[in-house]
T-cell receptor, first 114, second 113 residues
Framework: NAGVTQTPKFQVLKTGQSMTLQCAQD?????MYWYRQDPGMGLRLIYY???????DKGEVPNGYNVSRLNKREFSLRLESAAPSQTSVYFC?????????????FGPGTRLLVL | AQSVAQPEDQVNVAEGNPLTVKCTYS??????LFWYVQYPNRGLQFLLK??????LVKGSYGFEAEFNKSQTSFHLKKPSALVSDSALYFC???????????FGAGTRLFVKA
């Protein structure tokens, strides 16, 4: 099992450009998440999808959109990138349920917005 | 509102010595507590969690953590540190009835040979 995979690994964008970060998991998990990691701030939740067909905002959703394409895939889109979105982005997945579950993380995407 | 604090940005310890990485939390309701570890250029990996039961939780790679309800703490410990334990450690908290996990800012552990 590959676990959680993310593409691309690295990306450089110019301000105003758009891009989509891809995430897929092969653990049959119902729930998926997008986080950003910034120095000294830990991980902050951007969006999550409790189950296929649903998405909800996290702590820092502004400037992002998500799509839960199917049970395996959860993409994050930056419509008009800004330098403040320079960060490392992590996708994660977990089992279903309303209770907090252990999350499994992908390797991350490093994004630089110039 | 839930929150988690890791009061130390960095912890330095000599190989073979015991290590402690501190975490305190605030939630309404009963807490779910996690420790994750991040090695350079990698995603976070689960180490251990406390849901209910024994206050001392044992996890991967010889790590353990003690849940202290009165002090609202969940410190990570290991009796004998290894150089390979050097990494970034995150404490995280959720709560019964909630769905989202809140992560601390992380503590960088350096183990010197």
């Amino acid at each position: 099992n590959a676990g959680v995979t993310q593409t691309p690994k690295f990306q450089v964008l110019k301000t105003g450009q758009s891009m989509t970060l891809q995430c897929a998991q092969d653990m049959n998990h119902n729930s998926m998440y997008w986080y950003r990691q910034d120095p000294g701030m830990g991980l902050r939740l951007i969006y999550y999808s409790a189950s296929e067909g649903t998405t909800d905002k996290g702590e820092v959703p502004n400037g992002y959109n998500v799509s839960r394409l199917n049970k395996r895939e959860f993409s994050l889109r930056l419509e008009s990138a800004a330098p403040s979105q320079t960060s490392v982005y992590f996708c994660a997945s977990s089992e279903a349920g309303t209770l907090v579950k252990t999350q499994y993380f992908g390797p991350g995407t490093r994004l630089l917005v110039l | 509102a839930q929150s988690v604090a890791q009061p130390e940005d960095q912890v330095n310890v000599a190989e073979g010595n015991p290590l402690t990485v501190k975490c305190t939390y605030s939630v309404s309701g009963n807490p779910y507590l996690f420790w994750y570890v991040q090695y350079p250029n990698r995603g976070l990996q689960f180490l251990l969690k406390y849901i209910t039961g024994d206050n001392l939780v044992k996890g991967s790679y010889g790590f353990e953590a003690e849940f202290n309800k009165s002090q609202t703490s969940f410190h990570l410990k290991k009796p004998s540190a290894l150089v390979s334990d050097s990494a970034l450690y995150f404490c995280a908290v959720g709560h019964t009835g909630g769905f989202k996990t809140i992560f601390g800012a992380g503590t960088r552990l350096f183990v010197k040979a």
